[in-house]
């Protein structure tokens, strides 16, 4: 068995009502993972399972009281119908996506196992659109496995994604994978210069997600940090600005003040 | 299971009269997909299974309306008997062709399997030569697993790849692999320059190819498709021609105007 | 099969008293292998088995007296308990390390089926930090997967790993899937600059571990290869300070003499 | 399944008298492929299996007539015993040795399962060993699985293969895993600058197996492919010594013409 999923907690499949999941795995821009990893803070969800596998790489990881522990994927779920939500929610996020093809659709398919032991209607994958620049108003593309949830992300202005172009990792994939069993799902990807874990990024894609599928969410925590992020970014821009030096060299500069934020 | 063939439509084997499979798969000048994908627009081929693997990568297309889709190898069919042809034929093209060793044998493999179940007696592959150079005659060379189709594709003046080199990729393993399941194949291979996906090569491989399996084809719009490339190249050298600037700065210009026209 | 570990000797499990795996097998600045060589050979370990795998390189290695022989991580043990230690001890050391994740996850799993068939209690795993720079008191790093360990590694004065990066390989791969098993384990890490088999980052090692293991040891033999290396050193570096030369030149000898001391 | 033995013929294991396995696939120099090629031919051996593998690279060859075929590693038999031979021989040779572990090792398996069928006592495997500069009188280097074949390598005054080094790929891995199930081995590397396919190493390293194997063998045409090459790189030689130039564009000549001779 190449990789497994490791119960936490025996959550009954029946306990959840009209379970939609939600997926943000480390990727372009870190959009997808600090979507999730503030759904799950804000909404108290409960962590349950976790998958290892061996198309991880062959490192491990050391918390802060210097546990050491294995790389992995996380599942949690909010029981939001309790109050007065339309879905119960399971969310993904994890330190590490597979590299290798053959790691990507295993660990897809194992996520998909568990949508359908849990009777998942619905999949969202958020993700990061890298576009080199940073911009101050990001956009949401969004591309879907069914005309009436394209039509759905339409009527919430996020923009199709119709370049024919390839979306790259587990985002793509579980949404693609999950039709061929017969589970809709849409894969939300906000714009990113690429160069940085983007706040700003997460937060539109949650903007526009939440609207979705009708979840109530504090943005708050989020937009503190997209806006730390964005005087940190005018600050750097205003010592390049002010630095004495050719043009060359601020240029130069400018490359290492723009390297990745993480 | 690293890959699989989903059926689309249930084509019984014992319906079609002495299949033929023809196969081009993206690749070298993309001749041979863009050869078989005028096939099956212009004998109006029906669209009957499609094969998804591990072993491509892992990323996912967008349709023009948005829709999501996996990467894929796809195979039509086109009964030509009915209208008097002496055989009918299935058709396989796709997104990719697996870049692994194990990939290419294992989905080799599993056409081969459907080659048995259709009772095929004959695979033809297409693809492409790179010479690194345009040309505007260009030659079509041919390798096959029996002398009498050595001699069929000498009578029609192709010329025999008799280096001893290799040929890589799917339109190579299908015809060997092929042979030790006594299915008797050729593989055609249009000239070209490799920097384009050159509709000239797949015209003049698909002259030949009709000749020998005896097809009916309007090649008129791939003709059409070949001439607005050609003019395009010329244009672009005139371009050169009559640009200012030291030689130097020519010959950057031109590997710019060369690069791959897709 | 892929990989396979065949006994030399048929070692009864009932007859290793409370036994505890140590483990160091090659890696940055050979720490782990040169620490746990030694043990074996002061210890006077027995070798009872060892692990060949499709995962290690297509290479072979050819003894001082002409004998090839494959590639293979080794077994031995030691019954401390005859001589009133508290507990026996297997060491396991090699070759080499797989370099893919398969590879390392697969033979890491043997390993802990072996541990368990003879009721290991705990692992040690020891390994190098690589710096880039010689010191002359290496520090000790570790991390533990109980905190009931973490605690005795802070009462030995080691310094815990709390960074969260990554620790590349079996030393923490093996303590990090034993706990998913039920066994403890840390791995310890001594400094070292990188560059050469460091004799004097496995004593310091050693010295940490032996405490925490209640296992006598003389650390003479290492204590001495540690001060010739160190002796070695200086002399380069005597030997640079005196040469005549550009800057630049001596830059340049600098690196040839630091490169690496197998 | 990955790879595969296809038997042409059906040679009965009880037809063979005490038969040997001489193996030389492509690698350095070409040594290995080209002394047992040319022992093929000499002792008139008879094709009988092939061996067709997942694990070589996805493309074919093209033979002189056109007929398109896989990759493979061969096998021929010569029942040098009916004309008064010490042992029937096994010979395996081919266009390629996998380059991945997986692959050598599930190969190097198949072809001793092969040896054992046919209770195959001793395999000798021939290679190259690479100096990097031309000699006219290579030297032979040997090891052996078994201190008697050591003694014997020694007899024929063989330089056993001391350093402790890394033998790399089939020639090292088929007599290692050979041990494993109890047919001991040897392993002759003719020295060889490893610029060029090397007749002249080929035949004295086949001077020498024929003395430790007891078979008469004609050497002479390889003899006369060695003085060839020996001419060819004399040829060479003079003309850099009479074209005039700097000393840099000598050097740089010489590299060019030193450049691999297949």
């Not at 599942?75 to 969310?91: P, R, T, Y």
């Amino acid at each position: 068995m190449k990789s497994r999923i490791r119960f936490l907690k025996d959550l009954d499949p029946i306990s959840l009502k009209d379970p939609i999941l939600i997926q943000g795995l480390p990727g372009v821009g870190n959009v997808g993972k600090l979507g999730v990893s503030h759904m799950i803070q804000e909404l108290k969800a409960i962590y349950f399972a976790e998958l290892f596998s061996y198309t991880f790489p062959y490192h491990v990881l050391v918390n802060n009281d210097g546990i050491l522990r294995l790389l992995r994927n996380e599942f949690w779920f909010s029981q939001l119908s309790k109050s007065g939500g339309k879905h119960d929610v399971i969310f993904i996020t994890g330190d590490y996506q597979s590299q290798t093809p053959e790691g990507q659709f295993t660990i897809v398919n194992m996520i998909l196992d568990l949508a359908e032991k849990y009777k998942v209607s619905q999949i969202y994958t958020l993700g990061g659109y890298a576009t080199g620049s940073v911009s101050k108003y990001p956009r949401v593309f969004g591309t879907a496995t069914s005309l009436s949830l394209i039509k759905q992300l339409k009527d919430e202005e996020i923009e199709i994604n119709e370049s024919g172009g390839p979306i790259v990792g587990a985002s793509g994939l579980l949404i693609g994978l999950g039709k061929m069993r017969g589970i809709e799902g849409a894969c939300l990807l906000g714009e990113t210069s690429g160069f940085m874990a983007d706040a700003l990024s997460a937060k539109v894609v949650l903007e526009k997600l939440i609207k979705l599928v009708e979840i109530e969410l504090d943005l708050g925590p989020l937009a503190i940090k997209a806006q730390n992020l964005t005087k940190l970014i005018d600050q750097m821009k205003q010592k390049q600005r002010h630095r004495p030096g050719t043009r060359r060299q601020e240029s130069e500069e400018e490359k290492d003040d723009l390297s990745y934020i993480g």
